[in-house]
């Protein structure tokens, strides 16, 4: 079966730090990568997707993803963490071919951000 | 454009009782999905709905029925209420499906269901 995994439930980061957010997938076929972040309290907005082409992801707020195929990974960096990056992020994938829609995600990573 | 709302924001429930979570967009998305949020858990997909009149069932359906009213709306219900379904319920659109084009799903607010 299709899964996500992150394998950090939390991450704690000194403001001005550089992070990085892990993900690995496991499907048959190359999927379409997604990051989102959800606020405490909101819904969930897309920071990046990879969906062919260029394995590094540009996305907004500073962000980016390098996906890599032999390790079945997706990890999420940005150079210089802000205290307004303190939130829930998540891994999340799909992939064509499999006859249904909708997203799998990951458990997600709480970022902490310590002034 | 307000992108997805839903409503109520908050909900308490009593176990057996029946309720209706609305959500609706404004983006003329094709494709709606409704997830839920259990603590640890990710999000799960419920149902989803390629286009007006047609749904299918996600990874977690049982206990919930679904209606796409039309275009803009899709409606999640719960019949029987139980403190299984205690959770954060979101819903999604799509332009079409992210599956295949790697669409952008947008997310509403969600609404927050406590069942006693």
């Known amino acids: 079966a299709q899964s996500v995994t992150q394998p950090d439930i939390h991450i704690t980061v000194s403001e001005g730090a550089s992070l990085e957010l892990r993900c690995n997938y496991s499907?048959?076929?190359?999927?379409?990568l997604f990051w989102y972040v959800q606020s405490p309290g909101q819904g969930l907005q897309l920071l990046l997707k990879y969906f062919s082409g260029d394995t590094l992801v540009q996305g907004i707020k500073g962000f980016e993803a390098e996906f890599k195929r032999s390790q079945s990974s997706f990890n999420l960096r940005k150079p210089s963490v802000h205290w307004s990056d303190a939130a829930e992020y998540f891994c999340a994938a799909t992939y064509s071919g499999g006859g249904a829609d909708g997203l799998t995600f990951g458990k997600g990573t709480h970022l902490i951000i310590q002034p | 454009n307000a992108g997805v709302t839903q409503t109520p924001k908050f909900q308490v429930l009593k176990t057996g009782q029946s309720m209706t979570l609305q959500c609706a967009q404004d983006m003329n998305h094709n494709s709606m999905y409704w997830y839920r949020q259990d603590p640890g858990m990710g999000l799960r997909l419920i149902y989803y709905s390629a286009s007006e009149g047609t749904t299918d069932k996600g990874e977690v359906p049982n206990g919930y029925n679904v209606s796409r009213l039309n275009k803009r709306e899709f409606s999640l219900r719960l019949e029987s209420a139980a403190p299984s379904q205690t959770s954060v319920y979101f819903c999604?659109?799509?332009?079409?499906?992210?599956?295949?084009?790697?669409?952008?799903?947008?997310f509403g607010p969600g609404t927050r269901l406590l069942v006693l």
């Open positions: 999604a659109s799509s332009e079409g499906w992210v599956s295949t084009g790697g669409e952008t799903q947008y």
């Open positions: 499907y048959g076929a190359t999927p379409y």
